[in-house]
Every structure is written in C-alpha cells, then in structure tokens.
C-alpha cells in the first residue's frame, strides 16, 4: 500500500489516540486541500526548498530553492531519489504490504488509549480499496478499534461498513454543479453513502470543510441544514471546520499554485451561526 504519512495523532482523527495512516491517492481535487501530496496516485516529488542540493540533480533541475518542474516531468531515471536520500526532494509516499501494517499496528497497541486505535484517512482511503478491506478485515480479528475518514465517494464503500468501527464522512458542497466545479466529480454516490451511513452505521461523524465563497452563503447552508435535518440520529453527529492554509506550503513544495485567497476564510459569525443552526435541529454536534 501506497503512504505518504503515519504517525500518532490525539482524539482528531477518531476517539483516543491513534496509529493514523495517510495513503496516497485522491479522486476529487479540492483547491484548498491540506494534503496535495497525497493528491496523485503515483506520487509527486516533494522539494523542501530548505534542504534542496543542486548536486542531486545531473540534468540541472534544480536551482538554488527553485525546481524547473518541466525538466523533472520529462526525467526518467529520477536519480534524486533512486541514487540519493535527502530531505531535499523525495517521493511523497513510501509502501508497505498489508501484512506489514498489521504488524505494525498490533506493535503499537499498547499505545491505543482513552478508546484510540488505527485511522486509515488519505488523500482518499478508498482510493486503495482491495488492500483497504483485506487490511480491515485483518485488524477486525484482533479487535483492533478502526476509523475511516473518506469523501465518502467510493461505490462500494457500504461494503466496508461492518469492518469500521467509526466512520468520518465529508460532506463538502450540497450544490451538484458546484460540486463538480471546485471537486471535479459528482457528489450523488457521497451523499447516497452519507444517508446509508447514518442508517447502517453505530457511529457517523459527518465534517463541513466551511470555504468562503464555495460554499458558507445563506443558501448552501440551508441545503445542508435540510440533508442534515433527514439523516440526524442517535448515532449520527456532525462538526464544521473553517477554511484555513495549513496546506498553501505544500502546494509550493509539489511544484503547484495554490489557487485559493484571503476570500476563503469564513467570517466568525458565518461559523458560529452554522453550528447554531445545526444543533437547532436537534442533531449532535460534536467538536473533534
């Protein structure tokens, strides 16, 4: 399997603290994402201007803090990376059977407390379905406590229901149009898997990434206070997270643009008013 990140994280990526896996790989394109290098299937080259030597370079890539992208798009032989290891440029992501990962994890256990375990997250989990599953069923016979979050758009992400023991589901636009602009895919089989979810699922936690000028006006909002109204329940509770730039470095050391402005930011009452808004349905709110 495909990882570009893994490490402990506290209560944000599921209950407790737990082992959290990032596996590369992403079928939407969200322009304000934290995580573009998880974005490609095959990886990109990740260049830390800090730590850049243009002596790994034979083709003269690299300048100073500046990468030419283009030469490194028509490069073969990579020799940055397959005949040097440095912090400098490197392949976003590393591999790992599922056999190791079990191990790994059950290596760990003893580091799952207040109700921690495992969270596979990404990029999109999904992405890597056959390796997902057959890696869930292995941890579910140790009784492993598992977390997913997903953008939900996998077709057959309802099959890996009874292996997850705590679902993380983005609902990011209602509007389909818009979804298909600022995502790049539609947004039906998502919200088909949402509403199983909250009817199939023990524990569903739907997250709001609230992006100024995307998808925080009064109408959009309505439409997901209307789909939340349908799908709350015991089992179902909901958090909105407020645009931020934690990613905007990243973008850069991937060799992208970051396309998005001060305009995404929400303004405080816009947030607050939402959570209100949510809670007064008689839905659960929970922050993580």
């Known amino acids: 399997m495909k990882i570009f990140q893994k490490g402990f994280n506290y209560s944000q990526d599921g209950a ?40 790994i370079c034979p083709k003269g890539a690299i300048q100073g803090t500046q990468v030419e992208r283009s030469i490194c798009a028509a490069c073969g032989d990579r020799e940055c990376i397959t005949k040097h290891n440095t912090k400098g440029m490197y392949l976003s992501y590393t591999e790992q059977s599922v056999e190791e990962i079990v191990q790994e994890v059950l290596d760990n256990e003893m580091m799952f407390y207040d109700g921690g375990g495992v969270t596979f997250t990404g990029g999109e989990a999904t992405m890597q379905y056959e390796e997902l599953k057959s890696l869930l069923i292995a941890l579910k016979k140790h009784d492993i406590h598992i977390a997913i979050e997903t953008n939900g758009s996998h077709p057959h992400l309802q099959e890996l229901f009874p292996y997850i023991d705590q679902l993380i589901m983005d609902c990011k636009i209602m509007d389909a149009e818009n979804h298909r602009k600022y995502i790049g895919v539609s947004n039906e089989t998502v919200l088909q898997n949402i509403t199983a979810a909250a009817v199939a699922h023990s524990c569903l936690h739907v997250r709001v990434p609230l992006i100024g000028g995307v998808n925080d006006e009064a109408e959009e909002r309505a439409a997901f206070l209307a789909f939340f109204d349908g799908i709350k329940g015991p089992h179902v509770t909901f958090e909105v997270l407020s645009y931020h730039e934690f990613g905007k470095k990243k973008w850069k050391e991937c060799g992208w643009d970051y396309t998005m402005d001060g305009n995404a930011y929400v303004k405080e009452e816009t947030l607050q008013k939402f959570k209100k808004d949510i809670a007064a349905l008689g839905a659960k709110y929970e922050r993580t």
């Not at 939407?28 to 490609?40: F, T």
């Not at 990886?43 to 730590?51: F, I, K, N, S």
């Open 16 to 55: 407790g603290n737990r082992l959290v896996y990032h596996l590369q790989g992403c079928n939407m394109k969200c322009p304000w994402c934290a995580n573009p290098e998880g974005m490609k299937m095959d990886g990109v080259l990740v260049a830390d201007e800090e730590w850049l030597l243009e002596s």
